[in-house]
């Protein structure tokens, strides 16, 4: 599949262009500074890959890459949430520019592209209630307001899925194609995280519901390489049980 990927410069970024290119995707990156990337890159790595510079927060631009690149595909990891419930960042902005450019090329096209954002575990349901995990644990509040973005689309306008991964650790720093998982894959599921373990804290009057998802969350580290693959092999086929909803992982032997 022809991919456009957005922000190859990070530390997931880098990841997905070694699983993309080792599921045998072409990738087209968009990135502000190419020179930043050929540094992080290995040139046997950066030779694979077409290069646009631009502004994710320019959707005309965004837009005009994924025509002219005739891409199939968007993957972001563009961006980062602030953590704090007070915080601001420059997400809600790159998030906003990238889902509009998207929805603008499949129109033009007349036919939706499949695309993943990256979001947070914070946005999945808690098993068991309609309450989000931060309901009950308010941080990066605005993944909230991403999810509503995507869900106010029209019907059938973009194949979004959002990944919404907990702490994200490096297996390697070294950076190869073909990937190789030290830690095998992760288990995923939809709107829900998986794996959820009840416990009898969530009983607790008034800071049970709090705890029991503190307690829960710790168990949800997965590594850069993991989540680069899921999203690599989910795009080996244009159909996915991913589409419009959010990806919760952990790993296997949590």
């Known amino acids: 599949m022809k991919v456009l990927l957005l922000g190859a410069t990070g530390n997931l970024g880098s990841r997905l262009v070694c699983a993309l290119l080792t599921h045998g995707h072409i990738v087209t990156v968009f990135v502000r500074s ?7 890159l290995p040139s046997s790595i950066y030779q694979q890959i077409l290069i646009v510079e631009g502004d994710a927060t320019n959707t005309a631009a965004v837009k005009a890459s994924i ?23 420059d997400l809600p902005k790159i998030f906003r520019s990238i889902a509009e450019a998207v929805q603008q090329a499949g129109e033009e096209r007349k036919q ?19 309450n989000m995990m931060s309901d009950y644990v308010p941080v990066f509040l605005e993944h909230r307001g991403n999810l509503k973005l995507l ?15 907990m702490t994200m650790t490096e297996e390697s720093k070294d950076l190869t194609v073909p990937t190789k998982l030290k830690q095998g894959r992760v288990v995923a599921n939809t709107t829900t995280p998986p794996l959820w373990k009840k416990s009898w804290i969530n009983s607790i009057p008034l800071i049970g519901s709090f705890l ?5 969350a710790s168990r949800y580290t997965t590594t850069l390489e ?22 919760g992982v952990i790993g296997a032997s949590a």
């Open 212 to 216: 029991s998802v503190a307690m829960n």
């Open 34 to 40: 190419s020179r930043k990337l050929e540094s992080l």
């Open 67 to 89: 025509l002219e690149s005739k891409c199939e595909a968007v993957v972001t990891a563009a961006g980062v949430a602030a953590a704090a419930p007070w915080g601001s960042s």
């Open 226 to 247: 993991q989540n680069a693959d899921l999203i690599a092999t989910d795009l080996e086929t244009r159909d996915s049980s991913y589409i419009g909803k959010r990806v």
């Open 151 to 165: 869900q106010s689309l029209p019907p059938n306008s973009v194949d979004w899925s959002l990944l919404c991964p």
């Open 112 to 130: 939706p592209l499949r695309v993943w954002f990256l979001s947070g575990m914070s946005i999945l349901q808690v098993p068991g209630t309609k």
